[in-house]
């Protein structure tokens, strides 16, 4: 009995070895976690995911002709393999330019480590323009004027600018309210903000390809949506048919906002400092530090 233990324990003892993991295992295995986790994400949210499922029924039937030795079949996967890579780059060429402008949008750094910045940032836009926006939106809203005024942060918008009519104006309420009155010359199409200035009016946005959008809303929303979903800007979105006020950021749509909601939001949009603690990785904790809202 005791050579029979002592057996089975050499056995396990050569058999069973763990692999030795070093640091740069561990890193690489959170990386490649990060990566794939992002990218199913994406997947999902897109119409990859579609594409993907059709994919997995040609591999399914390509499988079954393995199996079953179908070999007209196989002929044709074989010699279709090399055009179908290049078929996929083709029909993902919209998902994979967008998910790469979210990566470069992305400070990925910033998330993994707290970095201090006691530096005051530079204000999008003064607190009379929040004042003004918010003004401008809910008088629309009230005589179900539509609305699309585009606020641009770190993305630039020149190419959307690029396909309107310049204006270059200070913000007022009056004065986006005059722009998007009916029957009037820039009232079709987008107003684009950049700081505390009307940049141009009567822009053209992408519209946004998500199939998931309620089939009640049109083309201004579609449009809000599909700028937020290739830059950082944040759109905000006046229904003619109920009223309503929508925000568009990053790639969703938020909808029935109230002014105080919608002063919050353009409030955090400001970028602006406020007193509040916050953790500094290396000069540890102090009072009264500055924080940038998000």
């Not at 009016?201 to 083309?219: F, Q, R, V």
Request: net charge neutral; proline share 2%.
């Amino acid at each position: 009995m005791q050579d029979f233990l002592e057996i089975i324990r050499t056995f396990a003892n050569e058999s069973v070895k763990l692999p030795k993991i070093d640091i740069t295992d561990i890193v690489e295995i959170i990386i490649i976690s990060y990566l794939f986790y992002h990218i199913m994400v994406w997947i999902k949210n897109t119409r990859a995911w579609t594409l993907i499922k059709g994919l997995a029924i040609l591999l399914i039937f390509t499988l079954f002709a393995l199996v079953f030795e179908l070999n007209t079949i196989i002929w044709i996967a074989e010699n279709t393999l090399g055009i179908g890579v290049i078929a996929i780059v083709v029909m993902f060429q919209p998902e994979l330019r967008k998910a790469l402008e979210q990566l470069g949008r992305k400070n990925i750094l910033k998330g993994f480590i707290p970095f201090d910045d006691t530096k005051n940032t530079k204000e999008r836009f003064t607190d009379n323009t929040v004042l003004e926006l918010v003004r401008a939106v809910f008088a629309l809203a009230k005589t179900k004027t539509g609305a699309l005024i585009v606020i641009e942060q770190d993305s630039v918008l020149s190419e959307y600018v690029n396909t309107g009519i310049s204006i270059d104006a200070i913000i007022s309420s009056q004065l986006l309210i005059n722009i998007f009155e009916h029957n009037t010359p820039l009232h079709d199409g987008a107003v684009i903000i950049r700081g505390d200035r009307v940049v141009a009016a009567t822009c053209y946005l992408p519209l946004s390809d998500n199939m998931e959008i309620s089939k009640e809303l049109g083309t201004r929303h579609r449009a809000g949506l599909g700028v937020s979903e290739l830059t950082d800007s944040l759109t905000l979105i006046v229904s003619e048919e109920t009223g309503k006020v929508s925000i568009a950021f990053a790639g969703q749509l938020f909808r029935n906002i109230d002014s105080e909601n919608l002063r919050n939001k353009l409030i955090r949009l400001q970028n602006k400092t406020i007193d509040a603690k916050r953790f500094r990785i290396w000069k540890g904790k102090s009072k009264n530090e500055k924080e940038v809202n998000q």
